[in-house]
């Protein structure tokens, strides 16, 4: 029983990493319609920066906010420079393009900071009092940190003008337009929060996998498992979806398929979903006008 | 001189040189060349799905790695003569993609290539597995001998491995041409164009598009078999997801919806590692990801489509290809 519990809740820990990349994800295909492949490798290079950052001397919780920062203006600047060209190109060329960013990336990650494995401390010491037998200081701090950033994209997207305006972009672009909103200034910003929210999971996830160029390949594949569960247009089923997918690899890992056919449950729920429930458990049924 | 017959002329002095160059280059260049033919196959497999079909795969390396270890498997531990495993090999693959194409009918545009995606990331992982290593060789891989020459007095092994596989190359785009002129090619464009009209013309799209999976899967898989051949031995780590990306740059490098692009494709991924590798381990990705965007944004017709403009300049008139 202990160790289900264990199970269970360093499930929920590792979900809180596919929560945050579920939500980037979900967040470019709300307002893009555009599925992300290169926003695992996007956050992996930040995670470099705040690596190195670190290296500098900088404490953890200043670096922590420069990265977002600078995630922030990589993601509006990759949309404004490469991504904008491709808006209404058909979807392959857009997949293809995706898939260019992905190898630059990892690619440049490899270039300027090695392929060896660095790691990454912790910014929750292990011996803190909320560390537990069932919960580590640092997978406790994963969690919170996630919903806490949920939190603050809840009350920016439900609260502000700006937020509202990105709301009214995605969901309409050409009334949007007509009552003075920056559609096209919105779908950066949109990639600038979602490259944002990849850069807390990386970083986040960084003490946990190490920190390599090819350290964010099986995340992702979990973090599109849980956007896709959630409902690939519903930022909340896909965080919660998060937290499921997170609970439902672990408990398979220990209990049903071993550890080496792990990702094989990403294959299989991301494949299950697209073909038997393609809204998701939260999301609607899209209906195409022929 | 009229398109059509510079076209018969281009494509013979093509046949020539690549008959006389493996008996004047070292065997090192024979086995490269042999590469970018087996890779020709691969990328032509690709772009029958992804081109002219409308249907983005992500995860050919799974196909090309299950034709590799379907030949290894073969060869090492049933004993089968090299020959007969490549068109096993195939017709697994056929099997295979058919059946992954059936699923695939419901998953459009993103979600195909999603699907494709996870299964690439995956491939390694699966061959992996304990329970099948007795057949794998699990994370070691397994090695797979190569083939002798049985006119040993006029071709070396490197040399016979390059004609076996020009061979087979020149059969499958035979076929794959004759497929795409006609009235299954007109039918898989109508579906890649437009779906919904194609369905209402009468054309069974579920039956085609998994046809064409199959097809595709099939070809990918006997160049994955023709590819352990040439390589000698196959592992789980050969297969990551970057094959997969490998051949989306050479259909993408090539032509998207080309077929002789496809052998330019080829050549481009082989011999840019070769090249790009001196500077850094990295660079050769670094170049392919610009190449993949560069191409996409400012020539999305490939080499193949560079190469009909220019031509439609040089002979003005003649009917417009496919």
């Given at each position: 029983?202990?160790?289900?519990?264990?199970?269970?809740?360093?499930?929920?820990?590792?979900?809180?990493?596919?929560?945050?990349?579920?939500?980037?994800?979900?967040?470019?295909?709300?307002?893009?319609?555009?599925?992300?492949?290169?926003?695992?490798?996007?956050?992996?290079?930040?995670?470099?920066?705040?690596?190195?950052?670190?290296?500098?001397?900088?404490?953890?919780?200043?670096t922590?906010?420069?990265?977002?920062?600078?995630?922030?203006?990589?993601?509006?600047?990759?949309?404004?420079?490469?991504?904008?060209?491709?808006?209404?190109?058909?979807?392959?060329?857009?997949?293809?393009?995706?898939?260019?960013?992905?190898?630059?990336?990892?690619?440049?990650?490899?270039?300027?900071?090695?392929?060896?494995?660095?790691?990454?401390?912790?910014?929750?010491?292990?011996?803190?009092?909320?560390?537990?037998?069932y919960?580590?200081?640092?997978?406790?701090?994963?969690?919170?940190?996630?919903?806490?950033?949920?939190?603050?994209?809840?009350?920016f997207?439900?609260?502000?003008?700006?937020?509202?305006?990105?709301?009214?972009?995605?969901?309409?672009?050409?009334?949007?337009?007509?009552?003075?909103?920056?559609?096209?200034?919105?779908?950066?910003?949109?990639?600038?929060?979602?490259?944002?929210?990849?850069?807390?999971?990386?970083?986040?996830?960084?003490?946990?996998?190490?920190?390599?160029?090819?350290?964010?390949?099986?995340?992702?594949?979990?973090?599109?498992?849980?956007?896709?569960?959630?409902?690939?247009?519903?930022?909340?089923?896909?965080?919660?979806?998060?937290?499921?997918?997170?609970v439902?690899?672990?408990?398979?890992?220990?209990?049903?398929?071993?550890?080496?056919?792990?990702?094989a449950?990403?294959?299989?729920?991301?494949?299950?979903?697209v073909?038997?429930?393609?809204?998701?458990?939260?999301?609607?049924?899209?209906?195409?006008?022929? | 001189?009229?398109?059509?017959?510079?076209?018969?002329?281009?494509?013979?002095?093509?046949?020539?040189?690549?008959?006389?160059?493996?008996?004047?280059?070292?065997?090192?260049?024979?086995?490269?060349?042999?590469?970018?033919?087996?890779?020709?196959?691969?990328?032509?497999?690709?772009?029958?799905?992804?081109?002219?079909?409308?249907?983005?795969?992500?995860?050919?390396?799974?196909?090309?790695?299950?034709?590799?270890?379907?030949?290894?498997?073969?060869?090492?531990?049933?004993?089968?003569?090299?020959?007969?495993?490549?068109?096993?090999?195939?017709?697994?693959?056929?099997?295979?993609?058919?059946?992954?194409?059936?699923?695939?009918?419901?998953?459009?545009?993103?979600?195909?290539?999603?699907?494709?995606?996870?299964?690439?990331?995956?491939?390694?992982?699966?061959?992996?597995?304990?329970?099948?290593?007795?057949?794998?060789?699990?994370?070691?891989?397994?090695?797979?001998?190569?083939?002798?020459?049985?006119?040993?007095?006029?071709?070396?092994?490197?040399?016979?491995?390059?004609?076996?596989?020009?061979?087979?190359?020149?059969?499958?785009?035979?076929v794959?041409?004759?497929?795409?002129?006609?009235?299954?090619?007109r039918?898989?464009?109508?579906?890649?164009d437009?779906?919904?009209?194609?369905?209402?013309?009468?054309?069974?799209?579920a039956?085609?598009?998994?046809?064409?999976?199959?097809?595709?899967?099939?070809?990918?898989?006997?160049?994955?078999?023709?590819?352990?051949?040439?390589?000698?031995?196959?592992?789980?780590?050969?297969?990551?997801?970057?094959?997969?990306?490998?051949?989306?740059?050479?259909?993408?490098?090539?032509?998207?919806?080309s077929?002789?692009?496809?052998?330019?494709?080829a050549?481009f991924?082989?011999?840019v590692?070769?090249?790009?590798?001196?500077?850094?381990?990295?660079?050769?990705?670094a170049?392919?990801?610009?190449?993949l965007?560069a191409?996409?944004?400012?020539?999305?017709?490939?080499?193949?489509?560079?190469?009909?403009?220019?031509?439609?300049?040089?002979?003005?008139g003649?009917?417009?290809?496919?």
């Amino acid at each position: 029983m202990q160790a289900f519990l264990h199970q269970l809740l360093s499930g929920l820990a590792t979900g809180a990493i596919y929560a945050s990349l579920a939500v980037a994800l979900v967040t470019i295909f709300k307002t893009t319609h555009h599925v992300n492949f290169a926003q695992g490798e996007l956050a992996m290079f930040s995670t470099y920066i705040a690596w190195s950052l670190i290296q500098k001397g900088l404490p953890y919780w200043a670096t922590f906010p420069a990265t977002l920062a600078v995630a922030f203006v990589a993601g509006v600047v990759i949309e404004r420079v490469v991504v904008r060209r491709v808006e209404h190109a058909p979807v392959l060329s857009v997949v293809i393009v995706f898939i260019g960013l992905l190898v630059i990336c990892n690619s440049l990650a490899g270039w300027i900071f090695g392929f060896s494995i660095k790691a990454m401390a912790s910014p929750f010491p292990s011996d803190a009092w909320y560390g537990s037998a069932y919960l580590s200081a640092h997978e406790l701090g994963m969690i919170a940190v996630t919903l806490a950033v949920l939190l603050c994209v809840f009350l920016f997207f439900r609260f502000t003008r700006l937020g509202l305006a990105m709301r009214a972009a995605a969901d309409n672009p050409e009334s949007s337009r007509l009552v003075g909103v920056r559609v096209g200034w919105m779908l950066a910003l949109g990639w600038g929060f979602a490259a944002a929210l990849g850069a807390v999971a990386g970083m986040m996830a960084a003490p946990v996998v190490y920190l390599e160029p090819n350290m964010m390949t099986g995340v992702l594949l979990y973090g599109f498992a849980a956007a896709l569960l959630g409902g690939i247009d519903n930022p909340w089923g896909a965080a919660l979806a998060g937290f499921i997918v997170g609970v439902l690899e672990n408990l398979a890992g220990a209990y049903l398929v071993g550890t080496q056919l792990k990702l094989a449950v990403a294959l299989v729920v991301i494949v299950g979903v697209v073909t038997f429930k393609p809204a998701g458990l939260f999301g609607r049924r899209l209906v195409v006008r022929v | 001189m009229s398109r059509g017959a510079a076209k018969i002329v281009g494509l013979a002095a093509l046949g020539v040189v690549a008959c006389a160059v493996p008996f004047v280059a070292s065997s090192f260049h024979v086995f490269q060349l042999t590469q970018i033919v087996v890779y020709a196959i691969a990328l032509l497999g690709l772009n029958l799905l992804t081109g002219f079909n409308g249907q983005i795969s992500l995860g050919h390396g799974a196909f090309y790695a299950i034709g590799a270890y379907t030949t290894a498997i073969l060869l090492d531990k049933v004993g089968f003569p090299y020959w007969a495993t490549v068109p096993i090999a195939g017709a697994l693959c056929f099997g295979v993609g058919f059946l992954f194409g059936l699923p695939a009918l419901r998953l459009e545009g993103p979600y195909l290539a999603l699907a494709t995606f996870a299964l690439a990331v995956t491939t390694p992982q699966l061959l992996k597995v304990n329970a099948l290593e007795r057949w794998t060789g699990g994370v070691q891989g397994l090695l797979v001998e190569k083939p002798g020459s049985p006119i040993g007095g006029v071709l070396d092994a490197d040399q016979w491995l390059y004609f076996l596989s020009l061979g087979v190359a020149f059969g499958l785009y035979l076929v794959a041409w004759n497929l795409l002129r006609g009235r299954t090619g007109r039918a898989l464009m109508a579906i890649r164009d437009h779906p919904i009209a194609a369905a209402t013309m009468g054309i069974d799209t579920a039956l085609y598009k998994s046809l064409t999976f199959g097809v595709s899967a099939c070809y990918t898989g006997v160049a994955g078999a023709l590819g352990a051949l040439l390589a000698g031995f196959v592992s789980p780590d050969s297969f990551t997801i970057l094959l997969s990306i490998h051949f989306i740059v050479g259909v993408v490098v090539g032509g998207i919806a080309s077929i002789g692009g496809m052998l330019f494709g080829a050549a481009f991924v082989t011999l840019v590692p070769n090249l790009a590798d001196r500077i850094s381990q990295a660079a050769p990705w670094a170049i392919y990801g610009a190449v993949l965007i560069a191409f996409m944004i400012l020539m999305p017709t490939g080499a193949a489509g560079f190469a009909r403009a220019v031509a439609r300049r040089l002979f003005r008139g003649g009917n417009q290809p496919i």
